[in-house]
Nanobody, 119 residues
Framework: QVQLVESGGGLVQAGGSLRLSCAAS????????MGWYRQAPGKQRELVAR???????NYGDSVKGRFTISRNNAKNTVYLQMNSLKPEDTAVYYC?????????????WGQGTQVTVSS
């Protein structure tokens, strides 16, 4: 099985920074992509950032220029550097990895970490 452990969430003032980490362990053959999603109360989960197996990155429009996703393949870890945080960034942040299996790709989700940005 595969487990994802997230860390780095917390409380920060507007304009501050946080760095989230998500480390995957278990029966990993190949990670196709890694990403971060967030969900605020009463809202649907939305894409924050994604990095493909080839290193191509995508960001949600609301975080472009402020957040940076990166990956350490040797450690099966994905990071999200969040700068210039705004109160509207407050949400539970989830990491996701796509792992290639014989019958196709399988998604795995982290447990979520709370990010709260105060004004």
């Amino acid at each position: 099985q595969v487990q994802l452990v997230e860390s780095g969430g917390g409380l920060v003032q507007a304009g501050g920074s946080l760095r989230l980490s998500c480390a995957a362990s278990g029966s990993i053959f190949s990670i196709n992509g890694m990403g971060w999603y967030r969900q605020a109360p009463g809202k649907q989960r939305e894409l924050v950032a994604r990095i493909s197996g080839g290193g191509t990155t995508n960001y949600g429009d609301s975080v472009k220029g402020r957040f940076t996703i990166s990956r350490n393949n040797a450690k099966n870890t994905v990071y999200l550097q969040m700068n210039s945080l705004k109160p509207e960034d407050t949400a539970v942040y989830y990491c996701k990895i796509d792992i290639l299996r014989p019958l196709g790709s399988v998604d795995y989700w982290g447990q979520g970490t709370q990010v709260t940005v105060s004004s």
